[in-house]
């Protein structure tokens, strides 16, 4: 069974960092990509950033140059470093795994970000 356990999230001040990470198990096969989207109270889900087995990125307009995604191969797990926090990127963060041609997604985790 394949599970994804996001941890990291919190309370911070506008200004301030977070780190995320994003566990996956029970994985049988290589991951294609991770990523990491977000929903805010009201709006739809979206992507934050995402990364190939490779390390190819992909960033959304509204966190490039604050926000990194990395992972480590060997332990399936995905992190997002974000830095410089806006209130406007408080949300439910979710982590997201493509093994072959299955999405798998995390229960989320809370970031709220005080002005």
């Known amino acids: 069974q394949v599970q994804l356990v996001e941890s990291g999230g919190g309370l911070v001040q506008a200004g301030g960092s977070l780190r995320l990470s994003c566990a996956a198990s029970?994985?049988?096969?290589?991951?294609?990509?991770m990523g990491w989207y977000r929903q805010a109270p009201g709006k739809q889900r979206a992507l934050v950033a995402t990364?190939?087995?490779?390390?190819?990125?992909n960033y959304a307009d509204s966190v490039k140059g604050r926000f990194t995604i990395s992972r480590d191969n060997a332990k399936n797990t995905v992190y997002l470093q974000m830095n410089n926090l806006k209130p406007e990127d408080t949300a439910v963060y979710y982590c997201?795994?493509?093994?072959?041609?299955?999405?798998?997604w995390g229960q989320g985790t809370q970031v709220t970000v005080s002005s």
């Open positions: 990364i190939t087995s490779g390390g190819n990125t």
């Open positions: 029970g994985i049988m096969y290589s991951i294609n990509s």
């Open positions: 997201k795994s493509v093994v072959v041609l299955t999405t798998y």
